[in-house]
């Protein structure tokens, strides 16, 4: 039972264009998640993350958006950079709980 | 400051043979997490900790211990290792359990 799902397990787009990854998640009771970015051989790092009570969080090049009645979020990188090929992964944690459930990650190609 | 860090960075063992890899943070956390990557595969919970002495089973415990005697070290322990613990290992720790900072990982061979 994938309770994170990211469909797309990769995604190719030109430098300078935007690179949207998207993520869907089946437990309601979520209410924060996170976007983490890994590059071959190393941990993955924190990217962005955005609370329930929010849509949109923004950080620089990238933003999060949040659709609760659809369960869905996304990650938008704008402009994408030859730099931002990594794999991306989608968490998302529930209330006091401590853990963080990720989805499969999306390999992203930013081709020069 | 050097994050959190986790040693060996690679190992091949043998089925049946057990080891420790060993976990260490420096930045006053106590929540600490252990994870398994499979190829083509998110994150998967082993155990985690939310503070010394304090362990907790997460989703894929079964072949694995923990112990937590101090804040910045979680040691994770294979007894018999299998080929299906075949993974890269992922250390990570975190001040409020969300936002987590994890170490560079090990790759583990069972052969």
């Known amino acids: 039972d994938q309770q994170v799902k990211q469909n797309s397990p990769s995604l190719s787009v030109q430098e300078g264009r935007i690179s949207i990854l998207n993520c869907d998640y089946t437990?309601?009771?979520?209410?924060?998640f996170l976007w983490y970015k890994k590059y071959p051989a190393e941990g993955p790092t924190f990217l962005i993350s955005?609370?329930?009570?929010?849509d949109k969080n923004e950080d620089g090049r990238f933003t999060v958006f949040l659709n609760k009645s659809a369960k869905h979020l996304s990650l938008h990188i704008v402009p994408s950079q030859p730099g931002d090929s990594a794999v991306y992964f989608c968490a998302a944690s529930e209330g006091s709980n401590y853990k963080l459930t990720f989805g499969k990650g999306t390999l992203l190609t930013v081709n020069p | 400051n050097a994050g959190v860090t986790q040693t060996p960075k690679f190992r091949i063992l043998k089925i049946g043979q057990s080891m420790t890899l060993q976990c260490t943070q420096d930045m006053n956390h106590n929540y600490m997490y252990w994870y398994r990557q499979d190829p083509g595969m998110g994150l998967k919970l082993i155990y985690y900790s939310v503070g010394a002495g304090i362990t907790d089973k997460g989703e894929v415990p079964n072949g694995y211990n923990v112990s937590r005697s101090t804040t910045e070290d979680f040691p994770l322990r294979l007894e018999l290792a299998a080929p299906s613990q075949t993974s890269v290992y992922f250390c990570?720790?975190?001040?409020?359990?969300?936002?987590?900072?994890f170490g560079p990982g090990t790759r583990l061979t069972v052969t």
């Open positions: 955005i609370s329930s009570i929010k």
């Open positions: 990570a720790s975190s001040y409020s359990g969300q936002n987590q900072y």
């Open positions: 437990n309601s009771m979520f209410d924060y």
